[in-house]
């Protein structure tokens, strides 16, 4: 009889009918669940720490924080020059004519469409960059949710082009400060009083919104090639090719409309803040051209539209 207790008791090491606590097996499913468990905010930080080991990302922030305050420059000088000749003889004028602040920041909001190119592919390599250097696999498997692994490097990428647009249009201020000082500048009309802000503000998260449209580019790309040349007609190519079209075809203004709501122009008229509106109010040409917060409407769906199919493109496809 002690024998046969003997056995029973033993029996669960040797495999007989063990239980899931004593085989282990309730331990392994609960380290498999510790394993898979991620945290959003920790799959964001290594998205951060990928993106800081980047050559390109320090080129390319360092580009933007340079290009955004430079092209700034290039348009309050453009004001500058435009106040001190006359429209007549093309001469400068002995006393010059008083600046307009609206045209400044006017300018000011227009020059970033410069920096979004180079925003734009900093967004394509974000993730063609798991590609390439195929760390896309390795990624993947450490985190398998792959929407969550989307979302983490859309956050990142975002986070990284605000603080530096942010940065660069901190210093753009600085720059209309020094060149307009001892300056007579006429102030904002009482309904554009927030447009500075609106500018200073408003470009990083535009510049944001066009790092996540490339990011999804990128996604559905998935080639760094691809996704540039992507982002370059996006931004570039198709406006100019839409705005020849509807000069050259009389026939074709409706194209001017469709022009008008591409990312570029989308960009540069919400960061306008309505003063574009206010000076091309008379001159409406009979088809739809949005206003300024249209314009911001139009430049997220823009964003959400992209990032959308980049994240069902990633989800369902092969990582090759």
Same mark, same amino acid.
């Given at each position: 009889?002690?024998?046969?207790?003997?056995?029973?008791?033993?029996?669960?090491?040797?495999?007989?009918?063990?239980?899931?606590?004593?085989?282990?097996?309730?331990?392994?499913?609960?380290?498999?669940?510790?394993?898979?468990?991620?945290?959003?905010?920790?799959?964001?930080?290594?998205?951060?720490?990928?993106?800081?080991?980047?050559?390109?990302?320090?080129?390319?922030?360092?580009?933007?924080?340079?290009?955004?305050?430079?092209?700034?420059?290039?348009?309050?000088?453009?004001?500058?020059?435009?106040?001190?000749?006359?429209?007549?003889?093309?001469? %400068?004028?002995? %006393?010059?004519?008083?600046?307009?602040?609206?045209?400044?920041?006017?300018?000011?909001?227009?020059?970033?469409?410069?920096?979004?190119?180079?925003?734009?592919? $900093?967004?394509?390599?974000?993730?063609?960059?798991?590609?390439?250097?195929?760390?896309?696999?390795?990624?993947? =498997?450490?985190?398998?949710?792959?929407?969550?692994?989307?979302?983490?490097?859309? =956050?990142?990428?975002?986070?990284?082009? $605000?603080?530096?647009?942010?940065?660069?249009?901190?210093? #753009?201020?600085?720059? &209309?400060?020094?060149?307009?000082?001892?300056?007579?500048?006429?102030?904002?009309?009482?309904?554009?009083?927030?447009?500075? &802000?609106?500018?200073?503000?408003?470009?990083?998260? #535009?510049?944001?919104?066009?790092?996540?449209?490339?990011?999804?580019?990128?996604?559905? /790309?998935?080639?760094?090639?691809?996704?540039?040349?992507?982002?370059?007609?996006?931004?570039?190519?198709?406006?100019?090719?839409?705005?020849?079209?509807? =000069?050259?075809? %009389?026939?074709?203004?409706?194209?001017?409309?469709?022009?008008? /709501?591409?990312?570029?122009?989308?960009?540069?008229? $919400?960061?306008?803040?309505?003063?574009?509106?206010?000076?091309?109010?008379?001159?409406?040409?009979?088809? $739809?051209?949005?206003?300024?917060?249209?314009?911001?409407?139009?430049? /997220?769906?823009?964003?959400?539209?992209? &990032?959308?199919?980049?994240?069902?493109?990633?989800?369902?496809?092969?990582?090759?």
């Amino acid at each position: 009889m002690s024998g046969s207790t003997t056995r029973k008791e033993q029996s669960p090491r040797s495999g007989g009918h063990a239980s899931p606590s004593a085989t282990g097996y309730t331990t392994g499913r609960r380290m498999s669940s510790l394993r898979v468990h991620l945290s959003f905010m920790g799959c964001v930080h290594s998205e951060i720490v990928k993106l800081v080991s980047l050559v390109s990302t320090w080129w390319l922030m360092g580009i933007s924080l340079v290009l955004i305050p430079a092209m700034s420059a290039l348009g309050i000088w453009s004001v500058i020059l435009v106040s001190s000749t006359n429209m007549h003889t093309g001469g %400068k004028l002995a %006393k010059p004519r008083p600046l307009a602040v609206s045209d400044l920041w006017l300018q000011i909001g227009s020059s970033i469409g410069i920096a979004a190119l180079v925003i734009g592919i $900093f967004g394509v390599m974000s993730v063609t960059s798991e590609y390439t250097t195929s760390a896309i696999q390795s990624s993947l =498997v450490a985190n398998p949710r792959r929407v969550m692994f989307m979302n983490s490097k859309a =956050v990142a990428t975002a986070v990284f082009t $605000f603080v530096v647009s942010l940065a660069g249009m901190l210093v #753009s201020w600085l720059v &209309y400060e020094g060149m307009t000082y001892g300056r007579t500048v006429t102030p904002l009309s009482h309904s554009h009083a927030a447009v500075p &802000y609106l500018v200073i503000f408003g470009a990083p998260v #535009s510049l944001a919104l066009v790092s996540v449209m490339s990011l999804g580019l990128g996604a559905i /790309c998935r080639s760094t090639a691809g996704g540039v040349f992507s982002v370059v007609g996006l931004l570039i190519l198709l406006p100019s090719v839409l705005g020849i079209v509807s =000069v050259v075809g %009389k026939s074709m203004g409706w194209l001017s409309s469709i022009g008008e /709501c591409l990312p570029d122009s989308a960009i540069g008229n $919400f960061l306008s803040g309505g003063i574009a509106d206010s000076q091309s109010s008379g001159a409406s040409s009979g088809y $739809f051209s949005p206003n300024w917060w249209q314009s911001g409407i139009i430049l /997220c769906a823009w964003a959400v539209v992209f &990032y959308a199919v980049g994240t069902v493109v990633l989800k369902h496809s092969d990582v090759k």
